[in-house]
């Protein structure tokens, strides 16, 4: 296990080094202004190196890879597609239509291979809530669903990387408790392709000098990865956790995407239209530093995860589970909305009120 520890570890820091390199001659980074308020151009090359340190494995070492003879060859065509529509987007600014289409795309090629939401278990009882075709259409959504909350996360120093390890290590234990040794070596070796990319991320190495961000790109590959390994221990003849349990480990991702989709409706707005009311954009507007912000949503995530674990290691009912799931996805809208009233987005604010005078000032053929 060491070995395969120093390997994926050595492969990810290889290709962010490399990746950051080229990633400044050809543009592929972010640059400040607007809602972004870093300093200087970073290479936008997490991503890469997290997809990269996979594909090694799955070269060199697959008997390393989660059932090797099925499902891993079309998951690592769909993170390729994924990771190419991310570059290119982070590059160019891609409109929401290829990213949705090739999202889409990505959950096709694993749904052909028979990997899919088949049951979403005993939620409503004694009887098991078997989807049937439907369930083609339910993965296709929850495809979109953790793309996206993972890619929300992303907007402080070491969050997504940190979210990210936080939930992988909740699907390690649930593996682990469950005798899948395999899935939960996978898990730990994605923890540790993320690291790398958290040491240059926060400062740990040549502190702001060698800042890289994770990109569309890093986002959409671990969104999927996390709904790819959730799939296979809550589906098919060999699953090791209830589905139920799988929206417990990703609660806090899937908490503030939803929430901050029914903001943007609200308001009139469309649901990917940006703005700065995230979590983690209020947490800080609260008073909490960058790192506190990090500190507080990871360890949301470890406990929220760990809740719905504790829930299924009593063989609570999957219905109790969701109800209980449910009336704190309630608890936290509710305080969510809160915290941002308390602590709006002035800028956004009084932006709105610019645009609202300026509006009035202009003219029009009834005066």
Same mark, same amino acid.
């Given at each position: 296990?060491?070995?395969?520890?120093?390997?994926?570890?050595?492969?990810?820091?290889?290709?962010?080094?490399?990746?950051?390199?080229?990633?400044?001659?050809?543009?592929?980074?972010?640059?400040?202004?607007?809602?972004?308020?870093?300093?200087?151009?970073?290479?936008?090359?997490?991503?890469?190196?997290?997809?990269?340190?996979?594909?090694?494995?799955?070269?060199?070492?697959?008997?390393?890879?989660?059932?090797?003879?099925?499902?891993?060859?079309?998951?690592?065509?769909?993170?390729?597609?994924?990771?190419?529509?991310?570059?290119?987007?982070?590059?160019?600014?891609?409109?929401?239509?290829?990213?949705?289409?090739?999202?889409?795309?990505?959950?096709?090629?694993?749904?052909?291979?028979?990997?899919?939401?088949?049951?979403?278990?005993?939620?409503?009882?004694?009887?098991?809530?078997?989807?049937?075709?439907?369930?083609?259409?339910?993965?296709?959504?929850?495809?979109?669903?953790?793309?996206?909350?993972?890619?929300?996360?992303?907007?402080?120093?070491? %969050?997504? /990387? &940190?979210?990210?390890? =936080? !939930?992988?290590?909740? *699907? +390690?234990? $649930?593996? @682990? %408790?469950? /005798? &899948?040794?395999?899935? =939960? !070596?996978?898990?730990? *070796? +994605?923890? $540790?392709? @993320?690291?790398?990319?958290?040491?240059?991320?926060?400062?740990?190495?040549?502190?702001?000098?060698?800042?890289?961000?994770?990109?569309?790109?890093?986002?959409?590959?671990?969104?999927?990865?996390?709904?790819?390994?959730?799939?296979?221990?809550?589906?098919?003849?060999?699953?090791?956790?209830?589905?139920?349990?799988?929206?417990?480990?990703?609660?806090?991702?899937?908490?503030?995407?939803?929430?901050?989709?029914?903001?943007?409706?609200?308001?009139?707005?469309?649901?990917?239209?940006?703005?700065?009311?995230?979590?983690?954009?209020?947490?800080?507007?609260?008073?909490?530093?960058?790192?506190?912000?990090?500190?507080?949503?990871?360890?949301?995530?470890?406990?929220?995860?760990?809740?719905?674990?504790?829930?299924?290691?009593?063989?609570?009912?999957?219905?109790?589970?969701?109800?209980?799931?449910?009336?704190?996805?309630?608890?936290?809208?509710?305080?969510?909305?809160?915290?941002?009233?308390?602590?709006?987005?002035?800028?956004?604010?009084?932006?709105?009120?610019?645009?609202?005078?300026?509006?009035?000032?202009?003219?029009?053929?009834?005066?």
């Amino acid at each position: 296990m060491s070995k395969e520890v120093i390997i994926m570890f050595l492969t990810a820091m290889t290709a962010l080094l490399i990746a950051r390199q080229l990633a400044l001659k050809c543009g592929l980074v972010d640059k400040p202004g607007g809602r972004k308020q870093h300093k200087g151009e970073i290479p936008l090359v997490g991503g890469i190196s997290f997809y990269s340190a996979i594909v090694v494995f799955f070269l060199f070492w697959p008997e390393v890879l989660p059932y090797t003879e099925t499902h891993f060859l079309p998951y690592l065509v769909s993170i390729s597609l994924l990771l190419f529509v991310g570059i290119a987007d982070d590059r160019f600014d891609l409109p929401v239509i290829p990213r949705v289409f090739i999202q889409a795309l990505s959950a096709a090629v694993i749904m052909v291979d028979g990997l899919y939401l088949q049951t979403l278990g005993h939620v409503l009882g004694g009887n098991e809530l078997v989807l049937g075709p439907v369930g083609y259409l339910v993965t296709l959504f929850a495809t979109w669903a953790a793309i996206n909350a993972f890619n929300m996360v992303d907007g402080v120093d070491g %969050l997504l /990387g &940190s979210v990210a390890s =936080a !939930t992988f290590a909740a *699907l +390690m234990v $649930v593996f @682990l %408790l469950a /005798g &899948s040794h395999l899935l =939960a !070596t996978w898990c730990f *070796l +994605m923890i $540790v392709a @993320l690291i790398p990319y958290l040491m240059f991320n926060m400062g740990l190495i040549g502190k702001k000098r060698f800042k890289v961000f994770m990109g569309d790109a890093g986002s959409m590959v671990i969104g999927f990865t996390m709904l790819w390994l959730v799939m296979l221990g809550s589906q098919g003849g060999e699953a090791v956790m209830a589905p139920v349990t799988a929206l417990w480990v990703i609660a806090l991702p899937l908490m503030d995407m939803v929430t901050i989709m029914v903001r943007r409706l609200r308001r009139g707005h469309s649901p990917f239209h940006p703005d700065r009311d995230h979590l983690h954009h209020i947490l800080m507007r609260s008073g909490l530093t960058g790192r506190q912000t990090v500190l507080v949503m990871t360890l949301l995530t470890a406990v929220f995860a760990g809740f719905g674990i504790v829930l299924s290691q009593l063989d609570v009912a999957e219905w109790f589970s969701l109800a209980v799931f449910l009336g704190l996805f309630t608890g936290y809208l509710v305080v969510n909305n809160k915290l941002q009233k308390r602590n709006p987005d002035l800028r956004a604010k009084i932006g709105q009120q610019y645009n609202v005078a300026a509006s009035a000032d202009i003219p029009t053929g009834n005066q």
